[in-house]
């Protein structure tokens, strides 16, 4: 697994109290009760402060879910 | 639904008013009827009324509802097991909250179309954002208030959110100085609401005696002018405040209800407020007749987002007056309004009256 990789689990799984499991399983937004709009917006500060990137509003609409997220860290340069 | 979903797919200013107002009528019938199918309230309303919603009518000719029936009933066009969030209002004293009942597609419609309508204003970059309200406003997830939800929602414009008040709704300095240290010469967003921005922020800065920098500030308030009325504090003395304060000159009020989230109405730099093409206005006289334009009467508010609850057509408790249509000197196509304010009780009542007897 590479570094960047290990980042953006890790910001799921400090954001959301999850194991890998549930990442594998393609966590989605408001599948579980911390994933709300309080945490959804945590977590993009944690994906934002790991990889010092600033995503643009449309992004963080977008983000829907676990795998769909990995796109768009994509489009910031985040090579996972 | 397919004037629905072109209208919906569209930036919030793409359409001249002669352009939206076809694709608009025949959007608004399709979720007329898409209430009518799965809300068995509304059908009911729909059928006293003698409305039919399979031909065609001009958006004022579809029934609206006062938005204080959401305080009454809770109203839902979705399945039970489909219910996302049940949103609060945060009830003016001696009234029940309204009850808006969400779906997932509903809530993430909101933010999209929010997102759309504020970008237009303030541009896509997100900034480091000033939050003129208390940490624990947004903190109880169960009792999710419309306070709550209005910085929630405005948070995805900003980054690395700093709270500027405590939560007994004091200036927090440690909070301010760091943010300010930061952030100060650079461009920030400011967020807050209207009366919270006046009274604790503008105010108890001209008390202390304090100016902070805050020159490349854009500020969004909203949630309404009645507490500010009552001080006889309007726009301009609102936005003199903040360039005493804080040298803070971009100042963007927004309207809207809560039982429309997402609807907004942004005012622009010639301070209108616009309509976008998935929102529309109409003024109406005490008998509910609609009034043309520069006449002040009640507002009725039309949205293309509600789906999951029939509250796309709703006659509001405040009064206002259409300026103009696609002639705001900022260059947005489409109607432009001010709100003066919440109607007087009684004539409130009288609407409610008279809306069960039409």
Same mark, same amino acid.
């Given at each position: 697994?590479?570094?960047?990789?290990?980042?953006?689990?890790?910001?799921?799984?400090?954001?959301?109290?999850?194991?890998?499991?549930?990442?594998?399983?393609?966590?989605?937004?408001?599948?579980?009760?911390?994933?709300?709009?309080?945490?959804?917006?945590?977590?993009?500060?944690?994906?934002?402060?790991a990889f010092d990137i600033a995503m643009e509003t449309d992004d963080i609409v977008e983000f829907s879910c676990y795998s769909k997220g990995k796109e768009i860290v994509a489009k910031y340069g985040v090579v996972l | 639904m397919a004037e629905l979903q072109d209208l919906l797919a569209l930036a919030p200013f793409a359409l001249s008013e002669a352009d939206k107002q076809p694709l608009f009528a025949a959007a608004l019938g399709q979720l007329t009827r898409h209430h009518r199918d799965h809300c068995a309230d509304y059908a009911r309303i729909l059928d006293v009324l003698?409305?039919?919603?399979?031909?065609?009518?001009?958006?004022?000719?579809?029934?609206?509802?006062?938005?204080?029936?959401?305080?009454?009933?809770?109203?839902?066009?979705?399945?039970?097991?489909?219910?996302?969030? %049940? #949103?609060?209002?945060? *009830?003016?004293?001696?009234?029940?909250?309204?009850?808006? =009942?969400? !779906? /997932? @597609?509903?809530?993430?419609?909101?933010?999209?179309?929010?997102?759309?309508?504020?970008?237009?204003?303030?541009?896509?970059?997100?900034?480091?954002?000033?939050?003129?309200?208390?940490?624990?406003?947004?903190?109880?997830?169960?009792?999710?208030?419309?306070?709550?939800?209005?910085?929630?929602?405005?948070?995805?414009?900003?980054?690395?959110?700093?709270?500027?008040?405590?939560?007994?709704?004091?200036?927090?300095?440690?909070?301010?100085?760091?943010?300010?240290?930061?952030?100060?010469?650079?461009?920030?967003?400011?967020?807050?609401?209207?009366?919270?921005?006046?009274?604790?922020?503008?105010?108890?800065?001209?008390?202390?005696?304090?100016?902070?920098?805050?020159?490349?500030? %854009? #500020?969004?308030?909203? *949630?309404?002018?009645?507490?500010?009325?009552?001080?006889? =504090?309007? !726009? /301009? @003395?609102?936005?003199?405040?903040?360039?005493?304060?804080?040298?803070?000159?971009?100042?963007?009020?927004?309207?809207?209800?809560?039982?429309?989230?997402?609807?907004?109405?942004?005012?622009?730099?010639?301070?209108?407020?616009?309509?976008?093409?998935?929102?529309?206005?109409?003024?109406?006289?005490?008998?509910?007749?609609?009034?043309?334009?520069?006449?002040?009467?009640l507002v009725q508010l039309v949205s293309l987002l509600p789906k999951s609850y029939p509250g796309h057509v709703l006659l509001s408790e405040d009064e206002g007056t259409i300026i103009g249509t696609d002639d705001c000197p900022c260059g947005r196509p489409g109607k432009t309004f001010t709100i003066?304010?919440?109607?007087?009780?009684?004539?409130?009542?009288?609407?409610?009256?008279?809306?069960?007897?039409?």
């Open positions: 697994m590479s570094e960047s990789l290990q980042k953006y689990d890790n910001a799921f799984i400090e954001t959301f109290s999850v194991d890998k499991a549930a990442l594998e399983a393609d966590l989605a937004y408001n599948s579980i009760a911390e994933w709300d709009s309080i945490g959804h917006m945590n977590l993009m500060g944690a994906l934002e402060d | 003698g409305f039919d919603a399979d031909v065609p009518h001009a958006v004022e000719d579809v029934p609206f509802l006062p938005a204080r029936l959401f305080k009454l009933r809770r109203l839902q066009s979705v399945a039970e097991d489909q219910i996302h969030k %049940v #949103l609060t209002s945060s *009830g003016t004293s001696g009234q029940a909250p309204s009850r808006i =009942v969400l !779906d /997932a @597609a509903t809530a993430s419609l909101q933010s999209k179309i929010l997102t759309r309508i504020v970008g237009d204003f303030i541009g896509k970059a997100r900034l480091p954002m000033l939050i003129v309200d208390g940490p624990g406003t947004v903190k109880n997830r169960n009792a999710f208030s419309a306070r709550a939800a209005g910085i929630l929602g405005f948070s995805i414009f900003g980054r690395n959110p700093t709270y500027a008040l405590n939560d007994d709704m004091e200036l927090d300095w440690d909070n301010l100085d760091r943010f300010l240290a930061a952030h100060g010469d650079g461009p920030v967003l400011m967020f807050g609401f209207t009366f919270m921005v006046w009274q604790c922020f503008v105010q108890a800065l001209q008390k202390m005696g304090r100016r902070l920098n805050l020159d490349q500030a %854009v #500020l969004i308030h909203g *949630g309404g002018w009645k507490k500010l009325a009552d001080q006889a =504090v309007d !726009d /301009a @003395a609102f936005k003199a405040g903040l360039a005493q304060v804080g040298g803070i000159s971009r100042v963007h009020n927004y309207y809207g209800m809560v039982e429309q989230t997402g609807s907004i109405f942004m005012q622009c730099e010639a301070g209108n407020l616009h309509c976008p093409v998935f929102s529309d206005i109409v003024i109406r006289d005490a008998h509910l007749t609609p009034l043309p334009d520069g006449q002040r009467g003066h304010g919440r109607a007087a009780m009684a004539e409130i009542r009288g609407c409610s009256d008279t809306y069960g007897g039409k």
